[in-house]
């Protein structure tokens, strides 16, 4: 064995350290889940509640920050130029296991793709504010203030929901399966939630803002069936809380990756307007090329698509009627 020696002392020192780092992250961990679960509820009394802009508009709840440019889009293009209240939820941060300054540019580049499609300056206030007993950041287009973003910040479980080195092996894909019972948020200090958590933070949105619709993902789809596993199990959770809050409520899902193999239906100014979106996010994803660089690429089949799913809506509402 080569390089330093290391004096016994020292090594237990540093072991000591190293413990008791852990065992207080621990303890701060479960303080978190604590309050996250509603068994703390005190501890998040610093943190102001989560008001809706009015009632009625569109929830829109998704896995990462740019699945409602490639797959909800132009409807949401429609919604923000209708001048509805739009509050979209993105439920994981896209980390993609990379470093924070990633997950955080893709926050910062939705925001720049929304200002795009609504056609307003690029200017956010962001705090955090909590919802029933999760807290999250939320940023409000300030000329805007009914577009709302809200980032709850859970980790990319990866195309098929075995997790990341960061993270782990947990994914949003075994929070609803059962055999993972919380997921870490990516952030510090970290937050964890389990799926009736989850189930409750998505029932308030709809309860609170009474949405006339809520447009998710494909909650209908196979797991492993070509789409990533974050859009499916954001859009079973979803769909989920609709039927234990507010099942009147219509939801509408939307194919996400393979789309590619459905009809071309977007053109025109619609596939201009989602370009348009495209081009001002993409700056700020390094893993992303700018739109004119999609062709042969699994973006560029996604641009000039948009394909509801059909079974997602309410009893008694079609999915053309509700959006
Ligand atoms: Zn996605």
């Known amino acids: 064995m080569t390089g330093l020696r290391v004096l016994p002392g020292l090594v237990t020192a540093a072991v000591q350290r190293r413990t008791l780092a852990v065992w207080l992250g621990v303890r701060r961990r479960v303080a978190v889940l604590a309050g996250a679960t509603g068994v703390a509820r005190g501890r998040q009394a610093a943190v102001a509640g989560w008001r809706p802009p009015g009632t009625g508009g569109v929830l829109v709840v998704v896995a990462h920050p740019d699945d409602d440019l490639f797959f909800l889009s132009p409807d949401i293009v429609h919604d923000l130029r209708a001048g509805r209240p ?16 990633y997950w955080r540019g893709r926050e910062r580049g939705i925001g720049a793709a929304y200002a795009r499609m609504v056609g307003a300056a690029d200017r956010w206030s962001t705090s955090r504010v909590s919802i029933g007993t999760a807290v999250m950041t939320e940023a409000v287009l300030l000329d805007h203030p009914a577009v709302r973003l809200c980032f709850l910040r859970l980790p990319d479980g990866g195309m098929e929901g075995a997790g990341t080195p960061r993270s782990g092996p947990a994914s949003l894909q075994r929070l609803v ?21 989850l189930l409750d933070v998505l029932g308030r949105f709809i309860t609170e803002l009474q949405p006339t619709v809520v447009r998710t993902l494909d909650h209908a789809g196979a797991w492993g069936d070509g789409d990533h596993s974050d859009h ?12 234990r809050s507010a099942p009147d409520v219509p939801v509408v899902g939307y194919v996400g990756y393979p789309v590619r193999d459905l009809p071309v239906n977007v053109d025109g100014a619609d596939l201009n307007a989602k370009v348009d979106a495209l081009a001002a996010y993409a700056p700020f994803d390094p893993l992303m090329c700018r739109p004119e660089e999609f062709q042969g690429r699994p973006e560029g089949a996604w641009l000039p698509r948009q394909h509801r799913v059909d079974r997602c809506s309410a009893a008694g509402a079609s999915p053309s009627s509700a959006a």
Do not use: C, K
């Open 177 to 197: 399966n059962g055999t993972a019972s919380v997921l870490w948020t990516v952030e510090t200090p970290a937050r964890a939630y389990s799926r009736s958590a």
């Open 86 to 101: 739009v509050v979209t939820v993105y439920v994981t941060s896209g980390d993609a296991g990379r470093p924070d300054r």
């Open 232 to 243: 499916h199990a954001v859009a079973r959770l979803l769909v989920a809380a609709r039927d």
